[in-house]
């Protein structure tokens, strides 16, 4: 179902997130207690991860949202994510995907296991 995201960069795109969690370990509700980071050095995942999507094509940045938009919201279908993105994408579609990075690697897992029909990948029990 994926015609331009390619194994390889979704591979290095949830490398990256699953980094950036393990850094920054949220808690039970969700919010995010890691260590301080100086601003003005800034997490060099974060700033790999804003780069490794803003390389990808258009083509390739829609399927990714599209596929981080259905393993949020399972009862979505892939092909009206992707529809939805090629309508809504804008100028911020990089830093929106990356600022997802705390969950984006369980959503691209999940998308993925959808779209491929196979098991989701089960959640850590933090």
């Known amino acids: 179902m994926l ?13 990256l997130a699953d980094r ?4 920054h370990k949220p ?14 050095r800034g ?22 949202m599209a ?3 259905i393993g949020r ?12 993105a090629y309508k809504n994408s804008n100028d911020g579609d990089v830093e929106y995907i990356a600022g997802k990075a705390m969950g984006l690697s369980i959503y691209l897992h999940k998308g993925l296991a959808l779209i491929q029909g196979a098991p989701k990948r089960p959640q850590s029990s933090n």
């Open 3 to 15: 015609k331009h995201l390619g194994a390889e960069h979704l591979s290095e795109i949830v490398n």
């Open 67 to 69: 596929l981080m938009w």
């Open 20 to 23: 950036i969690l393990a850094k």
């Open 73 to 84: 919201e399972p009862d979505w279908a892939f092909d009206d994510a992707l529809a939805y």
């Open 27 to 40: 808690d039970s509700l969700g919010l995010d207690w890691g260590q301080p980071r100086d601003p003005r």
């Open 43 to 64: 997490d060099p995942d974060k700033k790999a991860l804003r780069e490794k999507i803003g390389n990808l094509t258009p083509a390739a940045r829609m399927e990714l």
